[in-house]
């Protein structure tokens, strides 16, 4: 592409709610001899996007910019076509179709390291895509790096139909494990139809009272105390937190450390083990995905779509905590 040659972009210049975000036309990036530029199709939004906008737990300010941000770029997840490979680039070449992560996505043109990009699996569409890498990255990772599921376990998923807990049931799945979902009554039967043995409907029914005990217990969503999914835990199984489980916590920050501490305490002196976990990116379990996908075992499941000018309006109904599935915006 032609140098100062302009796209648009979301950005926003301070922290705040999803009415700091705006369109602006921006030149397009330039990329180095190990990058790929990526016009982008399509994007999804996450938690941790809306964390970001906010400024919230304070502690992410030390990296994001203590009063304002850094750079407000928006946006991690994306499906799109390479527009131009660096030179030590041999992996992608012009026209392929690609997904991953990276900060910076929400815009028509993005950046992406060579080791944060694979092939997109060729069953899904564009915005099927967009709505993997961070909260499929999540769910993998809590399941068989922390919580080391194996076939034949009793595996509950507490946020079962969210954007990771629909990634996290399937998975579970296709490692042959027993799963229950826990979810709202109007979700019952997409957790379901995505493959859960049994689904608790949390307004009628506390999981943490009854006579089952779990195997492994993945928390992606939900307000449930340390001795609520404990009690629901086999003596020595294992608790992954995979969410944000307490606006709350996301605002103080240092209750949210504190919570992490509590839980790494107890554990040492437990059989239950509770590691603490935060999911990263990584390109091998982006293969991995591709692969579960390209099985039939996982697909990307999506509540809404909204186009690239209601950025603010996918935003605000993604924090009300809601959704089924992914929210994705069209480019």
């Not at 400024?55 to 030390?62: D, E």
């Not at 026209?95 to 992406?112: I, K, Q, W």
Request: hydrophobic content about 45%; glycine content about 10%; aromatic content about 8%.
């Amino acid at each position: 592409m032609a140098n100062g040659e302009k796209m648009r972009s979301v950005v926003y210049h301070e922290y705040g709610s999803a009415e700091v975000l705006e369109i602006s036309e921006v030149e397009v990036p330039a990329i180095t001899e190990n990058q790929v530029l990526v016009k982008v199709q399509a994007v999804s939004i996450n938690p941790a996007d809306w964390h970001f906008m906010r400024g919230t737990p304070y502690l992410l300010r030390l990296q994001s910019g203590l009063l304002k941000p850094k750079k407000g770029s928006f946006g991690l997840d994306m499906a799109g076509i390479v527009e131009s490979v660096g030179a030590k680039v041999s992996e992608f070449k012009v026209g392929d179709e690609v997904y991953g992560e990276s900060m910076g996505a929400l815009s028509e043109f993005a950046v992406f390291s060579n080791k944060s990009l694979a092939l997109k699996p060729a069953s899904l569409n564009f915005e099927e895509a967009a709505a993997v890498p961070m909260a499929g990255f999540t769910a993998i990772q809590a399941l068989r790096d922390k919580a080391g599921v194996k076939a034949g376990q009793k595996v509950l998923i507490v946020g079962a139909s969210g954007g990771v807990g629909t990634f996290a049931v399937q998975i579970a799945k296709a490692f042959g494990a027993d799963v229950t979902g826990v979810c709202s009554t109007g979700n019952v039967e997409m957790v379901k139809s995505i493959g859960a043995d049994r689904v608790i409907d949390y307004t009628k029914e506390d999981f943490f009272t009854g006579v089952d005990k779990y195997d492994v217990i993945v928390q992606t969503a939900g307000n449930y105390t340390l001795k609520q999914l404990r009690a629901a835990l086999k003596s020595d199984g294992t608790l992954v937190q995979a969410g944000d489980s307490s606006g709350v916590k996301a605002v103080i920050g240092m209750g949210f450390v504190f919570g992490m501490l509590k839980t790494l305490v107890i554990s040492k002196m437990s059989k239950q083990k509770m590691p603490a976990f935060l999911a990263k990116r990584s390109k091998a379990d982006l293969i991995a995905l591709t692969e579960l996908i390209e099985s039939g075992k996982v697909k990307p499941v999506i509540d809404r779509s909204y186009p690239m000018a209601q950025v603010a309006e996918a935003v605000t109904y993604l924090e009300a905590g809601h959704a089924r599935g992914k929210v994705v915006i069209n480019i």
